[in-house]
């Protein structure tokens, strides 16, 4: 089999060390793994697949040779390097928001849109984490009935924050249990025993950022150009994977039976859906794991082409490193 050079920029965060982790995990060909970062990161020593990897300072030339770069950095550092890898004849896979709108840039969910990978032109973006686990849970249902608009709300793990985020809820619970103060620094407010109902910065009509991606992304992804999302995102004081609320109308009435055999049988599905036996998707059963879990299927009572669910999944693997990893793929098989 083929080998090749890969290289993560932003390799010392909490998405870098996950894509590590999954291409271990996913066996993929990897001839040499370059481990890039800030010059404060770079000379670190990191253990993979049973060698020894220094962190090098990312650098335009650091891209050359490449083959596949995974981006596990913000914005302004994919931008940054974005021409110098292009140029370098290397794929950036890109975890930042920086394209993912651009019209020359595929955004690409390999469950459901694995054929927009051949359009790239350099640049593969890799969507938010919500959007993905929102858009594989729902795209069984997309094939059987046009999707025409979409009421969503999210409920997002503090490690979505990152590792600060992680912290923080840990802090907070430890100085509220012994009575002390705590000033929360990376949430607005204390997360702790509360849920923040913003993420992201005001964008559109009291909608914030990150409401409007879901809208923005899906439509892109799901070749829906005219699919309306009304979003609500809240940070919950879970500490891994999002849970997702999704009510959908379609062109045609679906079944709830119909439903949960479309769903049943999705790559990238879990049907979790039995009420009686309190048989549901729920944050602790979907952590760790690359599988969207789907449950709650039921008839909406607003509208008869209407249909509710409820998913959840883990947006660091799934939502981020895995699906990476998995646009990779696809690369290499074309």
Not at 43 to 56: A, C, D, P, Q, Y
Not at 105 to 127: A, T, W, Y
Request: aromatic fraction near 6%.
């Amino acid at each position: 089999m083929k080998q090749y050079q890969v290289a993560i920029l932003g390799a010392s965060g909490a998405v870098g060390q996950e894509m590590m982790k999954i291409l271990a995990e996913r066996q993929f060909p990897v001839s040499e793994l370059h481990l890039l970062a800030s010059a404060r990161s770079a000379g670190k020593t990191v253990e993979w697949r049973g060698r020894s990897i220094v962190v090098e300072e990312a650098r335009d030339e650091a891209f050359a040779g490449m083959d596949i770069v995974l981006g596990a950095a913000e914005n302004d550092i994919a931008e940054r390097f974005a021409p110098a890898i292009v140029k370098s004849g290397a794929v950036f896979v890109d975890n930042s928001s920086a394209f993912r709108l651009d019209p020359d840039v595929p955004l690409v969910v390999p469950e459901v849109n694995p054929e927009d990978v051949k359009r790239h032109r350099g640049i593969i973006s890799n969507p938010n984490c919500s959007t993905i686990i929102t858009v594989t849970a729902i795209n069984a249902l997309r094939r059987l009935s046009p999707i025409r608009s979409m009421i969503v709300s999210t409920y997002q793990a503090v490690s979505g924050a990152g590792v600060a985020g992680l912290k923080e809820l840990e802090d907070e619970v430890d100085a509220v249990r012994a009575g002390r103060s705590y000033a929360p620094k990376t949430f607005a407010y204390q997360i702790a025993y509360n849920v923040i109902p913003q993420i992201g910065g005001e964008q559109c009509d009291g909608y914030t950022s990150e409401e409007m991606k879901l809208q923005n992304e899906g439509r892109k992804i799901l070749h829906l150009p005219e699919l309306n999302v009304s979003c609500t995102c809240v940070r919950v004081p879970v500490m891994r994977s999002h849970s997702i609320s999704a009510q959908m109308v379609f062109d045609r009435a679906i079944s709830v039976e119909e439903a949960r055999r479309a769903i049943a049988a999705a790559p990238g599905c879990r049907l979790v859906d039995d009420l009686d036996a309190l048989q549901y998707p729920m944050p602790l059963d979907t952590q760790n794991q690359d599988l969207v879990y789907v449950g709650r299927i039921r008839p909406d009572l607003t509208n008869e082409n209407g249909l509710c669910l409820w998913c959840c999944g883990d947006q660091v693997r799934k939502g981020a490193a895995t699906n990476a990893v998995q646009i990779a793929e696809l690369l290499i098989e074309e």
